[in-house]
Each structure stands twice: as C-alpha cells, then as structure tokens.
C-alpha cells in the first residue's frame, strides 16, 4: 500500500516539508514543461493532444483509480462513513460554488461570466488533483478524492455545462455514469468489497498503467499550457481569479471544515481539491458555444502556473492548524 508523504510524518510544523511538497511541484512543473515543448516543437499536434487526453481520462486515471482499492490497505475505522463524508461535503461545496459564483461575477460580460463560474464549479481535481493527492496522502487520499469527485462530475454536466448552453437532466445523467473514472470507482469499491484477488498480471498491469499518472496528467496540462496566450495573461480578472480559486476558497473551506473535528484525511482532502486549479474543460467548452475561450485559457495557464507555488503553502497550513 501507498501511504503518501503525509502518513509518514509525525506531526508539527516543519518547513522541510513545505520544501518536499514545493519539490514535488518542481518535478511536476519540469513535466508540464516538457508538455510545452513537445507541442512547441510540433512532437504531438491538436489531435494527439486530444487522443493522449483521451487515454488519460478513459483508461490511466480508471487505472489509478482502480489500484488504489485494491492495496491490500489496513483501512481506517469509519472508512465507509468517510467515503459517504466525502461525497456529501463535495456536494455542499458544489452547491456553494454554484450560488457563490453568481454572486460574486455577476458584474463581469456573459462572456467571460460563464468562465469564471465555470472555473469555480469545476476545478482541475482530476489532472493535478488524483495525483498530489496519491503523493501526499497515498491510497486512502485517492479513494477520498475519487468519492470527492462525484458530485463534481454531476455538477460539470448540469450546472457547469448550463452556463454555456442548456442541458437535460435525462444527458447529464447518461454522462455521468458513463465517465470512466466514476466506473472505476465503483469497480474499485466492488473489488475491494469482493473476497477474491485479482490475478497477479492483472494487477500488476493496472498497476504499470496507473504509475503513468503524474507524467502523463502533465504532459497533456503542458500540451494544452503551449497554445495559452501569454498576452493579458495576469489581468486583473485571471488574477482575482486565481486568488479566489487557489488561496480564498480553500482558507475558507479550511476555517469552515477544521472546526468539525472530521478524518484528518478527509478534510485535506476536501481542502486541498478545493485549492486545485481551472481545468481545460473550461476552455473547450467556451470555445464551442462561443464564449471567451481565450480568456479561458488564461486563467488556466495562471492559476496551474501559481498552483505551483500555492499546494505547498496550502498543505503547509493544514499542517499548521491539526484537528
């Protein structure tokens, strides 16, 4: 079993681990970098940039997704108490980013509206999400994101979409329980719930496919970052942005969720998904219906480009304030 860096350690402030994590995001930041020349220097194109997003969505993170069930894990008590926890706390979140969005750019053009409360209702947990959370929290943290992540993949079918254009409940729903990850999270909890084991080569074959997680989740962030205009990269509204969706949203979460006294793991969970940057939905829906797809590659480029910087503080003051 994968514990992560954060069940190795034994409590306290320490700045080492600040630098670890800020380590770790150099590292990822070197992949999304080595993303940005292969497309610059045309190694992959427009359409092998969607044919390698496709195989990280339909098959490496299902994969990820599927190992972390099935390693043999001494679980924690109240595990299905947590799953469920997670599940309804991202649904509150859900519903607070969608009322809190309105609210909050209600001044801005429609155009650049529906970015912007787009990118707070759906974060980037899948691509850079799954990953920190394996490398901090093993096992147990992508099986807390992955439960995360459902009322999120709802909410990016329903609401998410119904910024752009309108949707059906009866095609939101087909979505959602066709989306690969969320199959494999239920897939994952049959096996590990089954009294059977799978075969070593099948098992060590998702396991070999899951281990390409981190590089290839980059590596596409990276092909995507590569055709980002860098001209009015940091206005004014990529930056508020990008400091509501880094910093503000997940210190508030932080003051609202700490109190609680729930799984220590399950609430930086819930923290840290919440500080995740804009995903590359955004821009590609924004595109299709005529939004300001630009503007959406902005606030991607710069909120993924100061993630870098803010996962460490972030999990630096989890750290500072323990249950």
Known sequence: MQTGAWGDRTGGVRMEFFWE????????????????????????????????SDLLIDVILPCNIVESFLGGMAF?????????????????IQ????YGSKLLFRKYPREQRSVLSYGIICSNSSFVGLPVARLLFGDLGVIYTSMFQIPLRFTMWTAGLSLFTSVSRKDAFRKLVRHPCIIAVFAGLLLMAA?????????SAVASV?????????????????????RSMF????????????VLYPLLLCVLLKPLHLDTTLTNVCILMTGMPAGSTGSILADKYDCDAVFASQIAFASTLCSILTIPLLTLVMESFPL
């Open 21 to 52: 994590m800020l380590s770790l995001q150099e590292t990822m930041f070197l992949l999304i970098l080595t993303g940005v020349l292969i497309k610059k220097l045309k190694i992959i194109d427009a359409a092998g940039r969607k044919m390698l």
């Open 76 to 92: 924690p008590d109240g595990f299905a108490r947590n799953c469920l926890l997670a599940v309804g706390l991202s649904a509150v």
């Open 235 to 246: 206005s004014k509204p990529v930056l508020w942005y990008t400091c509501l969706r880094l």
């Open 195 to 203: 009294p059977v084991s799978l075969p070593g080569f099948l098992d």
């Open 95 to 98: 519903l607070m980013s969608i």
């Open 210 to 230: 899951s281990s390409c997680t981190v590089p290839v989740s980059m590596f596409v962030i990276g092909t995507i970052l590569a055709d980002a205009p860098i």
